[in-house]
């Protein structure tokens, strides 16, 4: 109660989420959908909190509660985020709460399996992604992938020539260590090692490819969506009929 600095958390949380109607409508929508397509699901206690601005733990989701520290949802642009790398802050948004949570969600839904090659860790992205088409479909394309309107355009007008570089290059089926970072984790850019293209590129690129493929293969494909989320990488991958967009 006398700790200064979380009487200030408190305070500018509170400005901050005067009402959660927002929020509530939107976590409602995701748990009706949820519902919808995995019937078992029971709704969990939604508990808000604050944490120090953890960013890396901005939602915890369990069988009955969920906790969500609005602290890490104040805008880019506030103060107690200075000093946070601009690729981060750029998820520090209230709109990115519910997507948080289908992230969340994709991943205790999705087949776990051991993720040795590229080609493995694009597919097992691309699922969580399918996943919150299916599941937050009120949210934009680049709101579930966190980019900007205008790195989104840039993966779409370029998805041709990296899926080039990735099968020139002998990507997908390398066990090196390294590709993650470069084309899957969280990064300011992705790293192709091409001055012009990292410059402009969007971090985590690989993401958007493995979208595309698990689009594919559920639009060639007779499987449900459960269904999908099970399959190997591999064998999804030999059915989806990929061909990127030029």
Avoid: C
């Avoid at 901005?58 to 601009?86: A, N, P």
């Amino acid at each position: 109660m006398k700790d200064t600095l979380q009487q200030e958390l408190q305070t500018e949380t509170l400005n901050k989420f005067q009402d959660l109607n927002t929020e509530k409508q939107e976590i409602a929508s995701l748990f009706k959908h949820l519902k919808y397509y995995f019937t078992a699901f029971n709704v969990p206690r939604v508990v808000t909190t604050t944490s120090n601005v953890d960013y890396r733990n901005k939602v915890v989701v369990t069988d009955t509660i969920v906790l969500v520290s609005l602290d890490t949802y104040l805008g880019s642009d506030h103060h107690f985020y200075q000093g946070i790398q601009d690729y981060i802050k750029s998820h520090l948004e209230p709109g990115q709460l519910v997507v948080d949570l289908a992230t969340k969600y994709g991943e205790r839904y999705t087949l776990q399996q051991t993720r040795k090659t590229l080609l493995d860790e694009l597919i097992y992205a691309g699922k969580i992604l399918y996943f919150k088409d299916k599941v937050i479909p009120f949210k934009t394309d680049f709101d579930k992938i966190g980019y900007t309107s205008e790195q989104l355009e840039w993966a779409k007008a370029n998805e041709e020539e990296i899926w080039r570089y990735f099968v020139d290059k002998e990507l997908l089926f390398s066990t090196d260590s390294k590709l993650p970072n470069r084309f899957i984790n969280p990064a300011p850019f992705s790293k192709f090692y091409l001055q012009e293209i990292d410059n402009e590129s969007p971090g985590e690129i690989g993401k958007f490819l493995g979208w595309q493929i698990v689009r594919s293969y559920m639009a060639n494909n007779e499987v449900s969506f459960e269904q999908m989320l099970a399959k190997e990488s591999k064998e999804l991958f030999d059915n989806a009929k990929y061909k990127p967009g030029k």
